[in-house]
């Protein structure tokens, strides 16, 4: 299974061109990805240029700190000749359905939530002996598109488009009785 992996606010927190600290749990569950046999691509927008070796850089942090990307921004099937990397799944902070979690050492853009994201991938990997994409079986965590967990990334939403100057109230969500913008998330 290949998995293409953001940098920036999902490997570590947002402090481009600086690398940042990691964000909690990234490396941990990379490491396990790549001992369960996935292969992982560094997929960001990153790159060595004028502003200095910014892509290296962040590929070499991660191998010091464990993990070894067989890929940096490259497509290792390219059957196409679309720039987009082929994988399975791709994290990234910036992907609608990524689950988030307020940064706790500073405020601003919020960070991925890898208590989620790392069970979720574990299990595709873990179902995905034959590396093809397949419907998750038994052992993958289930899914109530209406139960609490949902409305905790709808939260989270709400804090990822605040944090970027979109985010605007529903009516809905006063009728719903919706977190606003300001609340923090309580991991619940
Ligand atoms: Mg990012």
New binding site residues.
């Given amino acids: 299974m290949i998995i293409a992996i953001?940098?920036?606010?999902?490997i570590t927190d947002?402090r481009y061109p600086d690398l940042g600290r990691p964000v909690p749990g990234a490396f941990e569950w990379m490491k396990r990805f790549q001992a369960a046999g996935a292969t992982l691509i560094l997929w960001?927008?990153r790159s060595d240029g004028p502003d200095g070796p910014l892509l290296t850089e962040a590929d070499d942090f991660c191998r010091e700190n464990g993990v070894i990307f067989k890929h940096v921004n490259e497509n290792p099937q390219a059957w196409t000749t679309s720039p987009k990397v082929l994988a399975h799944a791709y994290i990234?902070?910036?992907a609608i359905g990524c689950p988030l979690k307020e940064n706790p050492r500073m405020c601003g853009r919020p960070i991925v939530d890898w208590d989620i994201v790392g069970p979720l991938v574990m299990a595709m990997i873990e179902n995905d002996g034959d590396h093809r994409l397949r419907t998750p079986k038994a052992n993958t965590p289930a899914w109530d598109p209406y139960g609490p967990e949902a409305q905790r990334l709808a939260r989270n939403y709400r804090l990822m488009s605040a944090a970027v100057g979109g985010y605007q109230p529903l009516a809905s969500d006063v009728e719903m009785d919706m977190p606003t913008s300001n609340d923090t998330i309580d991991g619940t």
């Avoid at 953001?6 to 999902?10: A, E, I, N, W």
């Fill in positions: 953001d940098f920036d606010g999902t947002h960001t927008m990234d902070d910036s």
